[in-house]
Every structure is written in C-alpha cells, then in structure tokens.
C-alpha cells in the first residue's frame, strides 16, 4: 500500500447503561472516519473500560450510570434530576464503581471478552475499516490473567492480534498485571507496533517493533495529569523519530471515573506523526488535535512512498547505520546490570557480570553513584510543538461515581421535599470537574450526532 488515510479518535469516559447505547456513541466517530475515507481507526487506552458498565446490573452501579447522563450536555431535564439525585445518593453510600468493575472481571471475564471483541469487531465489519480497539482491563486469551489490553480488528471483523501494557501506572495496579512482550500486528493496511501509555517513554520499545517490520506505531494513552500527557507526548515523538516510522497518538479525556482518588480529569492533544523531513513545519507533526478536553476525530494520509524514500536518502539514516551486532552485545550487558540495581542497597557496589563471549573491550566504568537518578525524576526540558507546554493546570473536583439505589423505592413526595439545586450545564462550562463536557464542531455537526447523549 503506497497511501492511507487515517483517522485518530480523541474520546471521552462516559458509563453508557446498555451495550447499544456503548455502540451508538462508537459510530458517531466511525461515520466521521468513513466519510474521510480512513482505512485504520485509533481509539485510545482504558476508553475500552466502558463495555463493562453495561454488563453490571447491581443496584449502586445503576445509580452511578443514571448520575453519569444527567450530567451530559443533552440530558433532558428529567435526567439532569434524577441524574442529581442519584449523585448525591451515591455519594451516601459510597459506591466504588472500581471495585465493582474488579468484581465483574473475578467472575465474569469470559463474559467482558465476549462483548468486547462482538462490539469492536462488529463495528470493522458494519464500517470496513481495520480498528485499534481502545485498550481495557480484559482476561489475556493465553492465560486468562486481567490485563490493559488493546485489540487490533480486521475490516471482515477478525481479530488480528493484541497488545497488553508492560509498565503498569498507578492506576493499573490492583486491577491489571504487566504483559510481557511488544510483537507487531501484521493488518491489510500495514504492520501496526502497538504502545500502551508510559510504555512509549523507554526507546527500546520503539526500537523493537521499528525492527519487527512495524510501518507505524500506535501509541494510546490515558492520561491524568498534565505531567503524564507531556511525557507520554514527547516520548510518541521520540520513539517516531528515532526509527523513522508513522506515529498516531490517541488521547482519552475527560472525567475518570475508575480513579482511586480524587483525580484531575484524563487530559491529551491527540495527534498523527511522521519523521520531521515529512511534515509541512519540520517538527513532526501532520495534523494534531488544538484542545485537550474535548472529543474529536483526526485525520491524515500517510505516504509510504516517501517514508521508504526517506530511508534510503535522510542524512541521518538510523534504520541503516546501527551496528546491531555491537550493539546487541553492549545492550544486553548493560541491562543485565541495571536489573540488578533496584536488588541494591546505597552502600553495596555493583556485582561483577561476566561479559559475553567475543565481545570487544569494554572502558573501564566509574563506579555507580550514591544516590541513583530515575528517569521519571527528569525534566522535559524541550518540544516539537508550539504552545507547549500545556497551561497550567489546577487540581479539579471530581463527580464520586458511587453506589447507587432503586428510585422506585423512595416516597412519591420525597423529590418535593429536596431543595436541590439544579444541576449545571455542561453547555455553559460546568460540571463534574467545572470544564464542559466540549466536543469539536464536527463532532457537534455530524448527522444523528445530538441522539447520542439523549
């Protein structure tokens, strides 16, 4: 394939209260992706987590799902109070719509797979296009352990393959273990290297798909904090950059409902990438999102024409000039040694590690130092893009998605009796956390798009 357009999904976290409604809300961003004539779409990490909603039908989650649509832009006046009420019982009660998801996942699984892959798959084949599922908390199919697992879907509704999160965030411990491996995702469209959030900060992962044969790398992410998405950003680019491939980079936003704590909301600037030399200002950029925090739909071709051009001609061809043999041999010994450091006390030295058979002499190393640096501790201390860094950022309420009870078992007379005041519109800029609920004009103009949220 010499050309392709592409199409990358910034989406927001909504707890849509039956599979169908889940289904609608996906084909707002799919009608907008065929109309462009995309062959791939991208969604983001943990947008996935909304197949598990539907599928819980206690009580207190039913409460949290009827607070989550009084709270959307379009919600009819009879939604937005109930909606009310339902938020504020949650809040009596505790809820831990986390917790409950947990639950789900330790008995029904099997089930959560099912409904993921009929829906991701179903929409490939309704829409012909070759989807990157949003990553999700689902069983591994090898072992069946609970994994942030993303899904690639052929346009007949196949599943191709999957990626799993190797390098967990906070937000994953206690529900999700680490995957294991980074293998590329062979589709009609190319050969797909697949990022699942802080994974893209180390370069040996891009540098390991770049030399599986991966002509782009998808990078999904799902960040809290402002910090996170600059880090997650700057490392897509990197990991593009350095191996001289296609990058897309899909952002969720919006409120998190799934946080431990009080969280700032999911924020990102979703972009499509391709190695400076390929893009019109020279800083790696095609076409990026110009909000965080709203829903949209991006779009670019990509020519792999001139991408493969590129490698022949680019006066710093690093797919040629690495001495894999060399490299190889020091890599492994050096990471050999840094396995062992966080074994380490302050005060022991470093252990001898026997170096390979036939490798050249090595310099003589200084001895570790005292107090060791991790890479989390340094600073970004540059970009690719104007207006970066993001505006500063202040720490937002979020809406407690808690449990919730059956309103049909309050007193008729109850609701007259609440002096609650009404809920605010997300139109007018407030809610959850106090920032609308925004989507892009074209999100807003897209035929059948205002049923979505009713």
């Given at each position: 394939m010499d050309r392709l357009i592409v199409a990358c999904v910034q989406e927001r976290m909504r707890l849509p209260e039956t599979v169908e409604d889940y289904r609608e809300d996906l084909?707002?961003?799919?009608?907008?992706?065929?109309?462009?004539?995309?062959?791939?779409?991208?969604?983001?990490?943990?947008?996935?987590t909304m197949i598990a909603p539907p599928l819980l039908k206690d009580?207190?989650?039913t409460l949290v799902k009827r607070a989550d649509r009084?709270?959307?832009?379009?919600?009819s006046?009879?939604?937005?109070?109930?909606?009310?009420?339902?938020?504020?019982?949650?809040?009596?009660?505790r809820s831990d719509l986390r917790k409950t998801m947990a639950g789900l996942l330790d008995v029904a699984a099997a089930d959560v797979w099912q409904a993921y892959t009929d829906l991701f798959g179903g929409l490939a084949r309704e829409?012909?296009?070759?989807?990157?599922?949003?990553?999700?908390?689902?069983?591994?199919?090898?072992d069946g352990v609970i994994r942030?697992?993303?899904?690639?879907?052929?346009?007949?509704?196949?599943?191709?393959?999957?990626?799993?999160k190797v390098m967990l965030h906070g937000e994953d411990e206690g529900i999700a273990q680490p995957g294991s491996a980074w293998d590329v995702i062979a589709t009609e469209v190319g050969s797909l290297g697949l990022i699942l959030g802080g994974d893209a900060l180390y370069p040996e992962v891009g540098r390991l798909l770049a030399y599986q044969g991966a002509e782009m790398m998808i990078v999904l992410g799902a960040c809290p904090t402002f910090e996170l998405y600059q880090k997650v950003r700057t490392g897509a680019l990197a990991r593009m950059q350095d191996n001289q491939i296609f990058g897309i980079v899909s952002f969720l936003v919006g409120e998190n409902p799934l946080a431990r704590s009080?969280?700032?909301?999911?924020v990102g600037r979703s972009a499509i990438l391709a190695p400076q030399e390929l893009t019109p200002k020279r800083n790696g950029v095609l076409v990026e999102m110009g909000n965080q925090r709203s829903e949209g739909v991006l779009t670019a071709e990509l020519d792999f024409v001139a991408l493969k051009g590129l490698w022949e001609s680019s006066d710093t061809p690093v797919r040629k000039t690495l001495?894999?043999?060399?490299?190889?041999?020091?890599?492994?010994?050096?990471?050999?040694?840094?396995?062992?450091?966080?074994r380490l006390g302050k005060e022991k030295a470093l252990p001898e590690v026997a170096e390979p058979e036939e490798a050249p002499a090595q310099p003589a190393v200084a001895p570790a130092p005292t107090d060791q640096i991790h890479l989390d501790d340094l600073p970004v201390i540059s970009s690719l893009t104007s207006r970066w860094p993001l505006y500063g950022s202040n720490a937002k309420p979020k809406l407690p998605t808690e449990h919730l009870t059956d309103l049909a078992e309050l007193p008729d007379n109850l609701l007259e009796n609440l002096k609650i005041p009404d809920l605010p519109s997300r139109k007018s800029g407030a809610g959850r956390s106090g920032v609308a609920e925004d989507e892009t004009d074209e999100m807003d103009a897209l035929p059948g798009a205002s049923a979505d949220r009713n």
């Amino acid at each position: 394939m010499d050309r392709l357009i592409v199409a990358c999904v910034q989406e927001r976290m909504r707890l849509p209260e039956t599979v169908e409604d889940y289904r609608e809300d996906l084909r707002r961003f799919l009608r907008i992706a065929a109309t462009k004539r995309a062959g791939l779409v991208v969604f983001p990490e943990l947008a996935g987590t909304m197949i598990a909603p539907p599928l819980l039908k206690d009580f207190r989650s039913t409460l949290v799902k009827r607070a989550d649509r009084g709270m959307r832009r379009r919600a009819s006046f009879s939604q937005r109070l109930t909606g009310l009420f339902a938020y504020y019982m949650a809040n009596l009660l505790r809820s831990d719509l986390r917790k409950t998801m947990a639950g789900l996942l330790d008995v029904a699984a099997a089930d959560v797979w099912q409904a993921y892959t009929d829906l991701f798959g179903g929409l490939a084949r309704e829409f012909n296009l070759t989807i990157v599922g949003p990553s999700a908390y689902l069983p591994d199919p090898v072992d069946g352990v609970i994994r942030n697992i993303a899904a690639v879907f052929s346009s007949s509704g196949e599943r191709l393959g999957y990626q799993a999160k190797v390098m967990l965030h906070g937000e994953d411990e206690g529900i999700a273990q680490p995957g294991s491996a980074w293998d590329v995702i062979a589709t009609e469209v190319g050969s797909l290297g697949l990022i699942l959030g802080g994974d893209a900060l180390y370069p040996e992962v891009g540098r390991l798909l770049a030399y599986q044969g991966a002509e782009m790398m998808i990078v999904l992410g799902a960040c809290p904090t402002f910090e996170l998405y600059q880090k997650v950003r700057t490392g897509a680019l990197a990991r593009m950059q350095d191996n001289q491939i296609f990058g897309i980079v899909s952002f969720l936003v919006g409120e998190n409902p799934l946080a431990r704590s009080q969280e700032e909301p999911f924020v990102g600037r979703s972009a499509i990438l391709a190695p400076q030399e390929l893009t019109p200002k020279r800083n790696g950029v095609l076409v990026e999102m110009g909000n965080q925090r709203s829903e949209g739909v991006l779009t670019a071709e990509l020519d792999f024409v001139a991408l493969k051009g590129l490698w022949e001609s680019s006066d710093t061809p690093v797919r040629k000039t690495l001495p894999l043999e060399q490299a190889g041999k020091m890599l492994a010994n050096l990471y050999q040694k840094l396995q062992l450091l966080p074994r380490l006390g302050k005060e022991k030295a470093l252990p001898e590690v026997a170096e390979p058979e036939e490798a050249p002499a090595q310099p003589a190393v200084a001895p570790a130092p005292t107090d060791q640096i991790h890479l989390d501790d340094l600073p970004v201390i540059s970009s690719l893009t104007s207006r970066w860094p993001l505006y500063g950022s202040n720490a937002k309420p979020k809406l407690p998605t808690e449990h919730l009870t059956d309103l049909a078992e309050l007193p008729d007379n109850l609701l007259e009796n609440l002096k609650i005041p009404d809920l605010p519109s997300r139109k007018s800029g407030a809610g959850r956390s106090g920032v609308a609920e925004d989507e892009t004009d074209e999100m807003d103009a897209l035929p059948g798009a205002s049923a979505d949220r009713n």
